[in-house]
């Protein structure tokens, strides 16, 4: 079975300073790896996604992430934060092939102090 | 292009009464999906439809749980009836492929159903 791990439920960090959101996932095949954001009161929008290829993705609002198989992580970075990206962010991961679901993080609540 | 549509976008009903959700997918997408998202969760998958027909529904209660996809466009799902832990955000998504790696699943704004 497929899951995913969250470290960290709430995370607060200041405007302008680093974001890192931690995932780590667990696949008995390499997986597909997403990273989604949710606003209050709206659905889950995609951040970014890593299926194959280069293991350091880029997704909108500056954010990037790295598959790192070795250390089975995929952890979301944004160099600098803006009072926007505060919102829940998940994690989830899908084994490729045929009609596999995609199974999602608890979640991490970002917070940015002005 | 229009997104994934739902409604209603909040409900209240007491326990033991009957709710149905509604969703529209975006116009093409062949896999439709609706999740469960209890707060302090992520969403958990409830039934997934490829076209008209379901590829996946373990983890729906089927006792009180009932979900269609008529002429695979528009999907309606059933509680009936409602207990108090059925409080939760309701996610529809869709697809375009099942697996590629354009794979994405565009989800709608939810429906929160509060039983009292």
């Known amino acids: 079975a497929q899951s995913v791990t969250q470290l960290g439920s709430h995370v607060s960090v200041s405007e302008g300073a680093l974001v890192l959101l931690r995932c780590n996932y667990s696949?008995?095949?390499?997986?597909?790896l997403f990273w989604y954001v949710q606003y209050p009161n709206q659905g889950l929008q995609l951040l970014l996604k890593?299926?194959?290829?280069?293991?350091l993705v880029k997704g909108i609002n500056g954010f990037e992430a790295e598959f790192k198989k070795s250390e089975t992580s995929f952890h979301l970075t944004k160099p600098s934060a803006h009072m926007s990206d505060a919102a829940e962010y998940f994690c989830?991961?899908?084994?490729?092939?045929?009609?596999?679901?995609?199974?999602f993080g608890t979640g991490t609540k970002l917070q940015v102090i002005p | 292009e229009a997104g994934v549509a739902q409604s209603p976008r909040y409900k209240i009903i007491e326990k033991r009464q009957s709710v149905a959700f509604w969703c529209n997918p975006i116009s093409g997408h062949a896999t439709l999906y609706w999740y469960q998202q209890i707060l302090g969760q992520g969403p958990k998958l409830l039934i997934q439809?490829?076209?008209?027909?379901?590829?996946?529904d373990s983890q729906l209660p089927k006792d009180r749980f009932s979900a269609e996809r008529l002429k695979g466009v528009d999907s309606t799902l059933k509680i009936q009836p409602a207990k108090l832990e059925d409080s939760a955000v309701y996610l529809c998504?869709?697809?375009?492929?099942?697996?590629?790696?354009?794979?994405?699943?565009?989800f709608g704004p939810g429906t929160r159903l509060t039983v009292t």
């Open positions: 696949s008995s095949v390499p997986p597909y």
């Open positions: 890593y299926t194959t290829g280069a293991t």
């Open positions: 989830a991961v899908k084994k490729p092939g045929g009609y596999q679901k995609v199974t």
């Open positions: 439809f490829q076209n008209n027909g379901v590829v996946d």
């Open positions: 998504a869709s697809s375009l492929d099942v697996d590629s790696s354009s794979y994405e699943q565009y």
